[in-house]
């Protein structure tokens, strides 16, 4: 089904718009305290270069990608609109935030 509508646990692509592509992955995690949640990692691909990471704590451990032209769209839901759109900002030479969907 995933596959079906263009989703998929990792992503790759020039999301910063250099010669150097960078490859995104979304995955769950548990602290040892307990803490359960999701999280999106963003790396240099060939390389361990940590470009981005976020984690979402939550007590549903769901996320996936999408493209969306050269932004990264994870989304926390497969039957709802709940995700948000990660993108490269030139003027600050980092990753962003831009927008969240549902959820609200």
Do not use: H
């Amino acid at each position: 089904m995933m596959k079906e509508v263009g989703l998929t646990f990792s992503v790759e692509g020039n999301f910063d718009r250099s010669k150097t592509g960078q490859a995104a992955l979304v995955g769950v995690y548990q602290t040892c305290g307990g803490e359960k949640g999701s999280f999106l990692l963003v790396i240099d691909a060939g390389t361990r270069k940590v470009r981005f990471v976020d984690t979402t704590p939550g007590e549903t451990q769901f996320a996936v990608l999408a493209l969306d032209k050269t932004d990264i769209v994870v989304m926390y839901c497969m039957e709802c609109d709940v995700g948000a759109t990660l993108r490269w900002n030139a003027r600050k030479r980092a990753f962003g935030w831009v927008r969240t969907r549902g959820g609200d």
